[in-house]
């Protein structure tokens, strides 16, 4: 199944929204900020091209820059 991933606007539609899917009986998770870009940076991982592979002077040099 599909998943819907929701960003309320301020704390009364957080509210308004967790309540109604707890009376509608639908199983929901609350993710913090830091949850939600891990998960965004899994998915960037995921899709990377890993054809292409850097030296580790290239990645120093990235760091320090």
Do not use: T, Y
């Amino acid at each position: 199944m599909s998943s819907i991933v929701v960003n309320p606007q301020s704390e009364e539609e957080f509210q308004f929204i967790s309540e109604l899917l707890k009376k509608l009986g639908v199983d929901s998770m609350v993710l913090s900020d830091e949850d939600a870009e891990d998960l965004g940076l899994s998915i960037l991982m995921k899709d990377v091209d890993r054809s292409d592979f850097a030296s580790e002077d290239e990645v120093m040099a990235k760091l320090k820059g």
